[in-house]
């Protein structure tokens, strides 16, 4: 699948749930409004729509949420899916977690075929995370990766860069996953969705983060590339890596190789645009899947050039999705 500024689409961000067992601050309103349950694809749609997208030349899957994890029976969708790996179409399947549910995953995840992980965990302390996440436990994650390690499964942490947090954590969080042998990507916070405060009292210019780093760390730019956006350097003190997603500062478009797709079937060729197209009407409107190729190429054939994200004092969030409809 190629678009018309000719980028090759081979990654697909599938959404299982918008539900979350956190309520992290950059990401959800404390009080949140849910899809309903039987608006949801079921298990065996996901399995039929993520497949169709590995026949268009799909390589690489990573499964997201809201918190993919607490879906009921998400283990059943991995396993349908990993015959792809099996098969050769398929050269990733991997997901993204918050780990407060990896501890008890983690083996039957790399069962599956998973690989790696990535673990959303934007600070070290325990008050400060129920702080952040507005009700989570840091030790349930520090569990969950240590589960993911025992079972040989590769883990990168994903931190948001958070005004007045990240600056003082963000040499303890370096050391603390190159010490463990995993990579850190920091991602500046995007303005999707009310989550109710105000983005300029959070947003932290990587940028700056960057040379606050460099002031007492090597950082050597490297070509290496895990098949997202983000961009890696090389801690020359510690052998690791750090990697920069950086939507607002510098944004990443011109390589975007991917789409995302809502547990509700909605496909989105740009996390930072409002267009859309209804894929769960070509699912279940046919037993073939002429329509659902249709609707897919024709989406393809629109994606936007880029995204529009804006920060500043007294503006809207850019889109009133929530980050947690599509998982970033």
């Not at 190159?178 to 210019?205: C, F, K, N, S, W």
């Not at 090389?234 to 995302?260: D, K, L």
């Given at each position: 699948m190629t678009d018309r500024f000719g980028r090759t689409i081979r990654y697909l961000r599938l959404s299982v749930t918008d539900r979350c067992d956190l309520r992290c601050v950059y990401c959800m309103a404390e009080d949140m409004r849910f899809v309903p349950r039987r608006d949801l694809l079921t298990l065996e749609e996901l399995d039929r729509l993520a497949s169709t997208f590995v026949a268009r030349g799909v390589n690489k899957i990573r499964i997201?949420?809201?918190?993919?994890?607490v879906r009921k029976d998400i283990l059943t969708l991995f396993r349908s899916l990993s015959r792809h790996l099996q098969g050769g179409a398929l050269k990733e399947l991997t997901l993204t977690t918050n780990g407060t549910?990896?501890?008890n995953h983690a083996e039957a995840l790399a069962a599956a075929g998973v690989k790696r992980v990535n673990v959303s965990l934007d600070t070290l302390d325990a008050d400060r995370f129920r702080l952040l996440t507005r009700r989570g436990q840091l030790g349930a994650v520090m569990d969950g990766l240590r589960a993911a390690r025992e079972a040989g499964l590769k883990v990168k942490l994903n931190a948001v860069a958070l005004k007045g947090i990240t600056e003082t954590e963000i040499f303890d969080l370096i050391d603390f996953a190159h010490g463990r042998g995993m990579d850190l990507t920091l991602i500046e916070t995007m303005p999707l969705g009310d989550v109710g405060a105000d983005r300029t009292d959070q947003y932290l210019p990587l940028t700056e983060l960057r040379r606050l780093i460099e002031r007492r760390l090597t950082l050597v730019d490297t070509s290496e590339?895990?098949?997202?956006?983000?961009r890696y350097t090389r801690v020359a003190e510690t052998g690791g890596r750090v990697g920069?997603?950086?939507?607002?500062?510098?944004?990443f478009c011109e390589s975007c190789n991917r789409v995302r797709v809502s547990a509700t079937g909605i496909l989105y060729t740009c996390l930072g645009?409002?267009?859309r197209t209804d894929l769960r009407s070509a699912l279940r409107g046919s037993e073939s899947d002429d329509l659902l190729n249709a609707a897919i190429a024709c989406a393809i054939e629109l994606?936007?050039?880029?995204h529009d994200f804006a920060i500043g004092p007294d503006q809207r969030p850019s889109l009133g999705r929530h980050m947690?409809?599509?998982?970033?």
């Amino acid at each position: 699948m190629t678009d018309r500024f000719g980028r090759t689409i081979r990654y697909l961000r599938l959404s299982v749930t918008d539900r979350c067992d956190l309520r992290c601050v950059y990401c959800m309103a404390e009080d949140m409004r849910f899809v309903p349950r039987r608006d949801l694809l079921t298990l065996e749609e996901l399995d039929r729509l993520a497949s169709t997208f590995v026949a268009r030349g799909v390589n690489k899957i990573r499964i997201t949420g809201g918190e993919p994890l607490v879906r009921k029976d998400i283990l059943t969708l991995f396993r349908s899916l990993s015959r792809h790996l099996q098969g050769g179409a398929l050269k990733e399947l991997t997901l993204t977690t918050n780990g407060t549910q990896l501890a008890n995953h983690a083996e039957a995840l790399a069962a599956a075929g998973v690989k790696r992980v990535n673990v959303s965990l934007d600070t070290l302390d325990a008050d400060r995370f129920r702080l952040l996440t507005r009700r989570g436990q840091l030790g349930a994650v520090m569990d969950g990766l240590r589960a993911a390690r025992e079972a040989g499964l590769k883990v990168k942490l994903n931190a948001v860069a958070l005004k007045g947090i990240t600056e003082t954590e963000i040499f303890d969080l370096i050391d603390f996953a190159h010490g463990r042998g995993m990579d850190l990507t920091l991602i500046e916070t995007m303005p999707l969705g009310d989550v109710g405060a105000d983005r300029t009292d959070q947003y932290l210019p990587l940028t700056e983060l960057r040379r606050l780093i460099e002031r007492r760390l090597t950082l050597v730019d490297t070509s290496e590339r895990s098949g997202g956006p983000a961009r890696y350097t090389r801690v020359a003190e510690t052998g690791g890596r750090v990697g920069f997603i950086t939507p607002m500062t510098h944004n990443f478009c011109e390589s975007c190789n991917r789409v995302r797709v809502s547990a509700t079937g909605i496909l989105y060729t740009c996390l930072g645009q409002e267009e859309r197209t209804d894929l769960r009407s070509a699912l279940r409107g046919s037993e073939s899947d002429d329509l659902l190729n249709a609707a897919i190429a024709c989406a393809i054939e629109l994606k936007p050039k880029g995204h529009d994200f804006a920060i500043g004092p007294d503006q809207r969030p850019s889109l009133g999705r929530h980050m947690s409809a599509l998982g970033g």
